[in-house]
């Protein structure tokens, strides 16, 4: 896959405008600041390609970015406080409207904030994509804030509690470092076989 040749497509921030798929999606979730757009551009090898905001709760909308026969979603982060209950609302109807109008979904890349155990928020959405028979794999994101001692006692700590779920990969990942990039790669290729 060439993943240089990805382009922005289009964005979305209301359901009633979400088109039909007619490819395959690997759609990327997380809460918001825990990097999805971040992770985006270090993929595709491009800087500015998905916009980077050190304010949380930033994308708010479904973004589109389209490869030679898939798309990428970087989907509204969730679980950020200082949004008001009808923004709230809007994303949650959102990306219900997303996951339930028969997407040709083939992977959720599910981030995480390596530094510290999964939220609630996220165990609500791995419960809703295990529900859903949604395959997923665990991203790991901002692997170059802890040294080795503290990785290797997080990815001990994470199998716990991934226990409940099957994701398809748990990958420690470094925009910064580009650490987890290849095994990433690995995984996403492989949901498109």
Known sequence: MKYESFTFETSFGVSAQLKASEMPEIAFAGRSNVGKSSLLNKLLNRKNLARVSSVPGKTATINFFKGAGVRFVDLPGYGYAKV????????????????????????????????????????????????????????????????????????????????PYAPQAVIPFSALKGTGVPELKRVIEASLQ
Do not use: C
């Not at 959102?94 to 939220?119: A, C, K, N, W």
């Open 84 to 163: 008001s209950r009808d923004e709230k609302a809007r994303w949650g109807s959102l990306m219900e409207h997303y996951f339930g109008s028969g997407r040709d979904i083939r992977l959720v890349v599910q981030l995480t904030d390596m530094r510290h155990p999964i939220t609630a928020d996220d165990r609500d959405m791995l419960d809703f994509l295990t529900y859903h028979h949604i395959p997923f794999a665990v991203v790991m994101t901002k692997a170059d804030k802890l040294n080795k001692t503290e990785t290797a006692k997080r990815m001990e700590e994470i199998q716990a509690e991934l226990a």
